[in-house]
T-cell receptor
Framework: AQSVTQLGSHVSVSEGALVLLRCNYSSSVPPYLFWYVQYPNQGLQLLLKYTTGATLVKGINGFEAEFKKSETSFHLTKPSAHMSDAAEYFCAVNDRDDKIIFGKGTRLHILP | EPEVTQTPSHQVTQMGQEVILRCVPISNHLYFYWYRQILGQKVEFLVSFYNNEISEKSEIFDDQFSVERPDGSNFTLKIRSTKLEDSAMYFC?????????????FGPGTRLTVT
């Protein structure tokens, strides 16, 4: 069965610093992987996705993630954090059926 | 940009009461979903719906739950007799195709509080 583990329920970085949010997954088939972002009082917005092909995927707002099969990881990065990046981030996996399996989420805090 | 909408944003109900959560998916989407997130826990899949039928459901989606597309635009989740543990944020989502379209678009959620 597929599952997603996000390391760290809260991550704090200084404005301008590197953002790294960790995600590991387990899946019985080559997975589709996603990062979603949730701003306060809003729905889940897709940041980026990996399906097939290039393992480094770029998303909106300067975020990117790299699929590493050997490490079963799909960590999210952004070179320089912005105050507007403060939100909750969810890693998710789809095993080619209807449901998306989410991680518990990581709340990103940006320090001025 | 088209978006999924949900009403109400917050619903308070007493234990044992029926509640209906409403969603308006994106107009040309064919697949519809409900997820829920209990406070402090993961977002969990409840059910998917296509062609007026449930296509997949989780073990959470028991006989207390039902879904319906009563007209061409709304998609509803009904909980027949609410329990305290049904208190959660409920998200509706829609996609143009099934899993092969990869992307499900989520609404802002309805916070259900059962007292």
């Amino acid at each position: 069965a597929q599952s997603v583990t996000q390391l760290g329920s809260h991550v704090s970085v200084s404005e301008g610093a590197l953002v790294l949010l960790r995600c590991n997954y387990s899946s019985s088939v080559p997975p589709y992987l996603f990062w979603y972002v949730q701003y306060p009082n809003q729905g889940l917005q897709l940041l980026l996705k990996y399906t097939t092909g290039a393992t480094l995927v770029k998303g909106i707002n300067g975020f990117e993630a790299e699929f590493k099969k050997s490490e079963t990881s799909f960590h999210l990065t952004k070179p320089s954090a912005h105050m507007s990046d403060a939100a909750e981030y969810f890693c998710a996996v789809n095993d080619r059926d209807d449901k998306i399996i989410f991680g518990k989420g990581t709340r990103l805090h940006i320090l001025p | 940009e088209p978006e999924v909408t949900q009403t109400p944003s917050h619903q308070v109900t007493q234990m044992g009461q029926e509640v209906i959560l409403r969603c308006v998916p994106i107009s040309n989407h064919l697949y519809f979903y409900w997820y829920r997130q209990i406070l402090g826990q993961k977002v969990e899949f409840l059910v998917s719906f296509y062609n007026n039928e449930i296509s997949e459901k989780s073990e959470i989606f028991d006989d207390q739950f039902s879904v319906e597309r009563p007209d061409g635009s709304n998609f509803t989740l009904k909980i027949r007799s609410t329990k305290l543990e049904d208190s959660a944020m409920y998200f509706c989502a829609s996609s143009k195709q099934g899993w092969s379209s990869y992307e499900q678009y989520f609404g802002p959620g309805t916070r259900l509080t059962v007292t």
